[in-house]
């Protein structure tokens, strides 16, 4: 029905948005890092699911994956506070997840139609071939699972954006007047597992990093409202995506690798030239409140 | 007299080393309290305590006989500023706003009365032409401002304030007292952890002397002698000599 | 085993172990630096942003070249590096956000330059994949040499440069106060951490290099408190993972080096966090109980004076001898299990002596010596107080050990002035020594305070 252009597109939409939506909280408690090591580490969770489900199915993908992620930030917390420095602890915790991740992967390749480049840069161009029919809606497999986390992303904010905002802002102040500070942390966590296992298959996992980090990142340069921030990273992510498409389309390279070099892209210009952060913007201001200073003395 | 806040026996010790010791009092109500003593002496621990922030090796806390975590709601707690990032989007009126998510409740969206409310507060701080002024742009003293009025937004029996007047301009620290003095007028009781010795006696009705224990507790003019000063900072005499009848309490 | 002889008398595999124990021994030793720095992802960042530079070494050159991949890798290395501090310190974007933003980007845009190359469908496939997870049996004589030339140069630097690196490591503030070029330093190590990522990336490859920055120091760090034994330590580490992991990777051909390196590494990291002395846990463990055990004893000795002076006193007691186990543990709180434990133990020490009614309710009260050493260690704590109390005072005073008599540690002068203090904050019964000086032992203190009327 749809080409196939266009559910790539879509897919690649649902990852960059979902990622870039949930990403905005880890740049904003600052625990971008906890979040690479996260995208990391699923990968051996999802290679034992794979061996013991024999398949890629969706929802024991998603709870095995919520369970690896969330032991992953309690191994790292664990390390951390047995002495090891944050930066460190996160370090060892999914360097090693990953390792053991991709000797599973190397030791049962035949097993699994999974094999090392697909670990890292996903097969995003194979997804419309997989449909699945929810309802008598025949999708590609991989939007359902997309689609499906990143609406459960949107309720899950929806329903606590004050805590989290606030837990966000200043912890301290959110523990004193009773929120579970903790338990928040951890709900976002096993949303970004859930958001990484979900995108694996399209884009891989490290480049779900990529989708996490940047359109966030990129969003916080235009607006100081967090809800604007939000919106804003969805859009960027969409835009990341379909303009990823149509580069990797025309230069017939790695289409998930071309998305997340133009959300690079689109950084850099918003890092340079965005009206109220951008670099430029401010030498601007800058220089003309020089020249009103100069012309009143 | 009810007592707003009560410790018993309360212990707190990092690493090992004890930062508290054995402290007990009963705060009486509606009144404006400082508490004092050196640095390291484990005020701004007093408080954390309290709030459950950190934990007790021993003690008991309780807010108007309940425990604390029943009483969150009439808890106010205006921490040292250095504690939030100040890149977050959020406006100063946003800051305020989440003085009422405590009333809200988890799951609950705000409402227009919670905005008028907090802009109010942001009136009282003299704060209102800011209200959408992201956070980072506004100066120490401003900022300041923007957590008092949080915490008045909060609307809570008890307050708590960390170190309030530490770094800030003229204007912030006459909005302080002056908050402080209206505050007492609605019989709200604030203790604060104030670090300065000259002005202590202006600012509070009663004192509580913390040294690793509680060296004193009661009204200003009792607690404020020479032998409890000297008890809780062990300065040279002559300093606290001259302080006391300076602040023109006989001693 | 034959297997592994016949592996470690092939020439080729002597070169590929040799160059995998040097990129083990300079990561071991730049990392240390990194880890203090707190720049450790900065390598995993270095690493992921090497890839376009070696892509692009490629796509210039036409085939493969280790010397160019390198050249390659250390240029976009840097520019990752510089990227990195440009965008925190031109934005309100932190480090942390910065180095995530680079290390994605610059390693997207790597794969789409591996896929480009891959459309030109060379049958060698160009020797790149080999960088995305590690192929060290891909290493030949030639690499090694210039590994063992990098290597080298960055040993020797950080040993001519140690004491530099530990300043800019630990307070570069002072560094700058003192004259020495901090700005420039720290570039250096940057530069240095740069090369050794590159020199490991052949055999560890880009995604995972991170790990032999970052897990051998960690590990050193559990057997030692000085910075150059960690260092040598750490290099050890990162050779002995280099080398395990090459010849264990040696017998699984599908599987790249990489990661059997890594896994090696956190081997040796589990068990330096268990088992090095004093540091690993079990060691820790086993002290914090024999502290518990010093401390619950500590306890109930001086709660039990506690309780003897307060009913001496006010003489208060009427209703018969000794003191509860309740009353005993209320004091200061314990578990009444180890409470029982711990005066069974005391009155085999003959501290503490136990009477039992026909109830079998046990009563327990002080010997004299548990009493002189229950008053020893009772004076002890309050004396302990005093200098909390007072820091600006008595910060100077040094309590070696744990178990350490005050008056043991300090002068008379100090000791006096504490005594002093004592008196001040009325802590009513510990006077009789203080107050009628010499070392008296407690019962005489006791005698002479009861003699006088009990006024303590």
């Known amino acids: 029905m749809m080409s196939h252009a266009f559910w790539v597109m879509a897919t690649g939409s649902l990852v960059a948005a979902s990622c870039g939506f949930i990403g905005c909280f880890l740049l904003l408690r600052r625990m971008t890092m906890l979040g690479d090591a996260i995208s990391h580490a699923v990968l051996p969770g999802i290679v034992v699911a794979f061996l013991v489900s024999n398949s890629l199915e969706g929802m024991t993908m998603l709870i095995g994956a919520t369970i690896v992620g969330l032991l992953t930030s309690f191994l790292i917390q664990t390390l951390h506070t047995g002495g090891v420095q944050s930066d460190a602890a996160i370090g060892i915790t999914f360097t090693s997840l990953f390792a053991i991740g991709v000797v599973l992967v190397s030791m049962y390749a035949s097993d699994i139609h999974l094999d090392v480049q697909h670990v890292l840069y996903g097969e995003i161009a194979y997804v419309p071939w997989e449909v699945a029919t929810l309802a008598g809606i025949e999708m590609p497999r991989a939007v359902w699972m997309m689609g499906g986390v990143f609406v459960l992303s949107l309720l899950v904010v929806g329903l606590l954006y004050k805590e989290i905002k606030l837990s966000s802002f200043d912890p301290q102040m959110a523990a004193a007047i009773g929120i579970p500070v903790l338990l928040i942390h951890y709900i976002l966590m096993a949303l970004v597992s859930m958001n990484t296992v979900a995108a694996f298959e399209s884009v891989g996992a490290i480049l779900v990093v990529a989708m996490i980090v940047v359109p966030g990142a990129t969003a916080y340069l235009y607006t100081d409202r967090l809800h604007l921030m939000l919106g804003c990273s969805i859009v960027l992510g969409v835009l990341s995506a379909v303009g990823g498409y149509n580069l990797a389309a025309y230069f017939d390279v790695s289409i998930s690798g071309a998305m997340v070099t133009v959300s690079g892209a689109l950084f850099f210009l918003s890092f340079l030239f965005s009206p109220r952060y951008g670099v430029a913007s401010r030498y601007f201001t800058q220089r003309a409140l020089r020249k009103e200073h100069q012309k009143e003395s | ?251 | ?456």
């Open chain 2, 1 to 251: 007299m009810t007592s707003a806040v009560t410790v018993e026996n309360m212990t707190v010790a990092y690493h090992k080393k004890p930062v508290l010791r054995e402290i007990s009092f009963e705060a009486p109500e509606g009144k404006l309290i400082g508490i004092m003593g050196p640095n390291g002496a484990g005020k701004s621990t007093l408080i954390k305590g309290i709030l459950g922030l950190v934990p007790l090796a021993s003690g008991k806390v309780g807010i108007y006989g309940k425990p604390y975590k029943i009483q969150r709601k009439l808890v106010g707690y205006i921490p040292q500023r250095e504690s939030v990032d100040w890149d977050f989007p959020t406006s100063a009126l946003d800051v305020v706003l989440m003085g009422r998510y405590g009333h809200a409740g988890m799951f609950r969206r705000l409402r227009a009365a919670d905005r008028e409310f907090a802009f109010s507060c942001l009136e009282k701080v003299g704060m209102s032409d800011f209200a959408d002024r992201q956070i980072s742009q506004l100066s120490g003293g401003q900022q300041q401002r923007i957590f008092l009025a949080r915490a008045l937004a909060q609307d809570a029996s008890v307050y708590f304030m960390d170190e309030p007047f530490v770094g800030v301009d003229a204007a912030t620290e006459r909005a302080i007292v002056s908050l402080l003095n209206e505050l007492k007028k609605q019989g709200k009781t604030v203790l604060v952890v104030h670090h300065d010795v000259q002005t202590v006696t202006d600012y509070f009705d009663w004192l509580l002397l913390v040294n690793l224990r509680k060296i004193a507790f009661g009204p200003t003019e009792e607690v404020f002698t020479s032998e409890n000063l000297q008890k809780a900072y062990g300065g040279r005499l002559s300093f606290t000599e001259t302080l006391v009848p300076s602040a023109g309490i006989k001693s």
């Open chain 3, 1 to 456: 085993m034959e297997f592994l002889l016949t592996l470690l008398f092939d020439p080729n595999t002597r070169w590929v172990v040799t160059g995998c124990m040097l990129l083990g021994i300079s990561s071991g030793v730049l990392g240390s630096f990194a880890l203090l720095r707190k720049h450790s992802l900065v390598g995993d960042a270095v690493a992921h942003a090497a890839l376009p530079g070696i892509c692009l070494a490629y796509m210039l050159y036409g085939e493969k070249s280790i010397g160019l991949f390198m050249v390659g890798a250390t240029a976009s290395g840097l520019l990752g590096t510089l990227c990195i501090s440009l965008i925190s310190k031109y934005s309100r974007i932190k480090p942390d956000a910065s180095l995530g933003i680079v290390l994605s980007v610059f390693f997207g845009f790597g794969t789409v330059l591996l896929t480009r190359i891959a459309q030109t469908g060379k049958a060698n496939q160009s020797g790149l994949d080999a960088f995305l997870f590690g192929k060290a049996a891909s290493l030949v004589q030639a690499d090694i040499e210039v590994m063992m030339g990098v290597a080298a140069f960055l040993i020797i630097v950080s040993f001519l440069l140690f004491k530099e690196f530990k300043l800019l490591c630990f307070d570069p503030g002072f560094g700058r106060g003192i004259g020495f070029p901090m700005g420039f330093l720290g570039t250096v190590l940057m530069l240095m951490i740069v090369l050794t990522v590159v020199i490991g990336l052949q055999a560890v490859g880009v995604v995972l290099m991170a790990a032999m920055l970052i897990i051998p120091p960690v590990a050193a760090r559990y057997w030692t408190e000085r910075l150059h034994r960690m260092v040598i330590i750490s290099g050890v580490f990162g050779a002995a993972s280099g080398i395990v992991g090459t010849l264990l990777s040696g017998f699984t051909p599908q599987l790249p080096t990489g990661p059997v390196i890594v896994l090696s590494a956190f081997l040796l990291f589990i068990v330096s966090l268990f088992f090095a002395p004093r540091k690993g846990l079990v060691a820790k463990a086993l002290h914090t109980a024999k502290l518990r055990r010093r401390v619950a004893v500590q306890n109930i000795l001086q709660s039990l004076y506690d309780l003897t002076e307060h009913t001496t006193a006010s003489g208060i007691r009427t209703d018969g001898w000794g003191f509860s186990e309740e009353e005993i543990y209320h004091l200061r709180p314990q578990g009444s299990r180890q409470a029982r434990r711990v005066l069974s133990y005391l009155k085999k020490r003959g501290w503490v002596q136990m009477l039992e009614d026909n109830q079998g309710n046990k009563r327990w009260a002080l010997t004299d010596r548990g009493a002189d050493e229950a008053y020893a260690i009772t004076l002890n704590e309050r004396l302990y107080e005093m200098i909390l109390m007072y820091p600006s005072r008595f910060g100077s005073v040094k309590l070696e050990q744990e178990g350490d008599r005050i008056q043991d540690c300090v002068s008379p002068d100090i000791l006096q002035e504490l005594k002093l203090l004592l008196t001040k904050h009325n802590h009513p019964v510990l006077l009789p020594q203080v107050k009628y000086g010499a070392d008296l032992s407690y019962t005489e203190c006791h005698q002479a305070v009861t003699s006088r009327g009990g006024d303590a």
